[in-house]
Structure formats: structure tokens, C-alpha cells
């Protein structure tokens, strides 16, 4: 399967604590963009990255960084896990660098415990 | 800032009705506009996208530019129609180093009753 593969599927956590939430784009795709989606506020733009390098930022908390490596997969740190970041994570990614067509991935649920 | 409205959290039609499903957006310059779908136990996907002008799966959708809409429409609601259904808005022009991505509306969810 060459689409956009995210790991893990689920992940229960204590507060306090912290995740790393990965993600490999579509081959031949070079943008990556995480995605938090809650109840309340839909699906939220969290970070872009494009080739390995930060492109965009959207909400995304102090708390939460984010990296693209060579390989161009990524990863989604979540450190001083609070309930409220208790979320679908979703990565997607798309060949351009501006957002357009955008492949996702099938989500890391979080729970915050 | 952008900002993508839809304002039915959820929406039950009958089969073979007509569905419409609602999207404002928030934009000072020329957008690109999309709806993305999200059936059960699948990944969200793109449905379809302003400037291709096409019809999937029956839908269609109209850019009303006075109106700052893009409606999501189908003459005919059929019971795979079912989904949950995502307004998105992109700036074409975008080069970065802004709050940016793909901005999503809260989402529809499209119940088509038997």
C-alpha cells in the first residue's frame, strides 16, 4: 500500500506524559501536514512540513513539535500530555507545496487518561 | 484569517430526495475550494474541487463568489451517500510561513434515510 500510513492506530496515555505519533506520506509526495480532529473543533491544521523543511504553522500548541526527515516521514511529538489532547491525529500529504489535493492517513487516536 | 463555515452538524434526507449541503467561507482573495468525504471505516477523501468543474458521484458543486459559498449539492440522494462531509478552502498562492494548510469547515454529517 503506497498511501499515507500513520502509526500507532491508538495510544492511551497518562497526563504528564509523552507521545510520538509517526507518519509516512504517499510515495513521491513531499508536503506533509498534521491534523488534529476533536468533537468541538473539527479538524484543526496543526503544522506543514515540504521536503524537510517547516512550510506552515497553524494552532499548534508550544507543547507539540513536529520534524520531517530525509526519508520524508514524520513525526508528531506531544509532550506534557494534558485531557484536553485527547484527539484523532491525522497526517496527510500531497505532491505541491501549497495545500490542495490532500491524501490522509487512517489517524492515531489519542487518549489522555 | 480564512475561515470555513458549514452550518449543519448534521443533516438527514430520504433517498431520492434532493441534498444540499451548506458552505460559507471567509476569504479576501480567490480561493480554492474543496469537499472532502469521509464514509465509515474509511480515510477522508477528496470528493471534488472548484476549478475541475466536474461531477463525482453525482455532486456537485458551485463557487458563488458574491456569496462567499460552495454548496455541495445531488439531485437524487442514494443510501451510499451517507458520510460525513468536509468543506475546505486553500490559497492557491500560498508560499508559506503563515498559518496555512488546508482549513476545514467542522464537517456535515449526511444521514440518507431508507
Known amino acids: 500500500d503506497s498511501g499515507v500510513t500513520q502509526t500507532p492506530k491508538h495510544l492511551i496515555t497518562a497526563t504528564g506524559q509523552r507521545v510520538t505519533l509517526r507518519c509516512s506520506p504517499r510515495?513521491?509526495?513531499?508536503?506533509v501536514y498534521w491534523y488534529q480532529q476533536s468533537l468541538d473543533q473539527g479538524l484543526q491544521f496543526l503544522i506543514q512540513?515540504?521536503?524537510?523543511?517547516?512550510?506552515a504553522k497553524g494552532n499548534i500548541l508550544e507543547r507539540f513539535s513536529a520534524q520531517q526527515f530525509p526519508d520524508l516521514h514524520s513525526e508528531l511529538n506531544l509532550s506534557s500530555l494534558e485531557l484536553g489532547d485527547s484527539a484523532l491525529y491525522f497526517c496527510?500529504?500531497?505532491?505541491?507545496?501549497?495545500?490542495?489535493?490532500?491524501?490522509f492517513g487512517e489517524g492515531s487516536r489519542l487518549t489522555v487518561l | 484569517a480564512q475561515r470555513v463555515t458549514q452550518p449543519e452538524k448534521l443533516l438527514s434526507v430520504f433517498k431520492g430526495a434532493p441534498v444540499e449541503l451548506k458552505c460559507n467561507y471567509s476569504?479576501?482573495?480567490?480561493?480554492?475550494l474543496f469537499w472532502y468525504v469521509q464514509y465509515s471505516r474509511q480515510r477522508l477523501q477528496l470528493l471534488l474541487r472548484?476549478?475541475s468543474r466536474e461531477s463525482i458521484k453525482g455532486f456537485t458543486a458551485d463557487l458563488n463568489k458574491g456569496e462567499t459559498s460552495f454548496h455541495l449539492k445531488k439531485p437524487f440522494a442514494q443510501e451510499e451517500d451517507s458520510a460525513m462531509y468536509y468543506c475546505?478552502?486553500?490559497?492557491?498562492?500560498?508560499?508559506?510561513?503563515?498559518?496555512?494548510?488546508?482549513?476545514f469547515g467542522k464537517g456535515t454529517h449526511l444521514i440518507i434515510q431508507p
Open positions: 472548484h476549478i
Open positions: 512540513y515540504y521536503n524537510g523543511e517547516e512550510r
Open positions: 496527510a500529504s500531497s505532491a505541491r507545496i501549497a495545500a490542495g489535493e490532500l491524501f
Open positions: 510515495s513521491g509526495d513531499l508536503s
Open positions: 476569504y479576501s482573495g480567490s480561493p480554492e
Open positions: 475546505a478552502l486553500s490559497d492557491p498562492m500560498y508560499s508559506g510561513g503563515g498559518a496555512d494548510g488546508l482549513t
